[in-house]
């Protein structure tokens, strides 16, 4: 998805409009850029592209969520607001309003990176897969990876784990990490899937945390939301149940025609917020020989594709605008400037 978890209002009252459309915008480009080179390297990830549907299920959220879609007309970020009968049309929901964005798309994850990883393979990268690394140290102008028995030798060294590792632990102050709970369903059949009434869309709601829902290529309804802060892992199975609960319930409401569908899979993820819902990408101080990929929120695929593309033009010697807008330097200062400009 090109459309951040911070909405754009927010953003504008943090940084300011001009900085906040840059940021939508790297946004929109990367998802572009990601569609167009999955289809360049012909990888077979059951791409699809899609439409966004962001709605609000209260008249609080709905004017929330209308002045959402008119800030970013006036951004020249393209949407269409759905009204409540529109909204019903398109999901089978009985909300207030939405935006309806185009420009998205789903993948098979697991698909999308192994063809991701051989085509790197092709042109000559080298992968080793469960290789921990136990030491990373620097040597001269360069430094060292540390694997067992073997060492690495390079100029620089990516982290992109995602959020901060115990090997960063001054990092992690920077980072909140959520579990998130996600139920899929048995596949359902055509006559049942137009009585739910909702369309081949990315469906999620204006709440926090938001819930979301995804057809699957094989007619499976992937429903998502629950999100709570990391759990200890004695409470995880507890956790587990009652969040998938919570998911199930909330769509249950929505869609009261699940009572007739069977949960084949559930499972958890784990994942890292940062204040302002934006990945830190680049260099930090601390770490002379580092370039950092943390923080992706609940967009990791498009902002995991943002983050290479702003890592491979630091290493080129490109510096822009762009890398102050997700890297490390952003601060409060820069925060309160924003809020006095918009």
Request: glycine share 10%.
């Amino acid at each position: 998805m090109q459309e951040p978890d911070t909405d754009l209002v927010e953003l504008a009252r943090r940084y300011g409009s001009t900085d906040a459309r840059r940021i939508w915008r790297r946004s929109s480009e990367a998802t572009r850029d990601f569609i167009r080179t999955l289809d360049a390297l012909n990888i077979r990830c059951q791409l699809e592209h899609l439409d966004s549907v962001y709605y609000a299920l209260t008249n609080a959220d709905g004017r929330r969520l209308h002045r959402e879609w008119r800030q970013r007309r006036q951004a020249g970020i393209r949407g269409r607001w759905l009204d409540p009968s529109a909204l019903d049309r398109a999901t089978g929901i009985a909300g207030t309003g939405a935006i309806r964005t185009t420009g998205n798309a789903q993948v098979d994850p697991h698909l999308a990176c192994l063809g991701l990883l051989r085509a790197a393979a092709r042109a000559g990268a080298r992968i080793f897969e469960r290789s921990p690394v136990d030491l990373i140290r620097q040597q001269g102008d360069g430094a060292e990876v540390v694997s067992r028995r073997r060492v690495v030798r390079c100029s620089r060294i990516i982290i992109a784990t995602g959020y901060a590792t115990p090997y960063f632990k001054p990092l992690a102050v920077r980072f909140r990490m959520w579990q998130t709970y996600v139920v899929a369903t048995q596949r359902i059949p055509a006559g049942l899937r137009r009585v739910l009434g909702l369309d081949n869309v990315m469906l999620w709601d204006a709440g926090r945390p938001y819930h979301y829902a995804r057809w699957t290529a094989d007619h499976r309804l992937l429903l998502g939301g629950g999100d709570r802060p990391q759990v200890p892992e004695r409470q995880r199975q507890k956790a587990l149940r009652e969040s998938v609960a919570g998911v199930w319930k909330f769509f249950g409401e929505r869609y009261p025609a699940l009572s007739r569908v069977a949960i084949d899979f559930v499972w958890e993820g784990l994942f890292a917020t940062t204040a302002d819902g934006l990945p830190y990408v680049g260099p930090h101080p601390d770490y002379p020989k580092h370039l950092f990929a943390l923080g992706y929120g609940g967009n990791g695929m498009t902002f995991g594709f943002l983050a290479a593309q702003l890592l491979l033009e630091w290493y080129a010697g490109k510096r822009t605008a762009d890398h102050r807008l997700f890297g490390f330097e952003r601060s409060a200062a820069r925060q309160r400037a924003g809020k006095a400009r918009g």
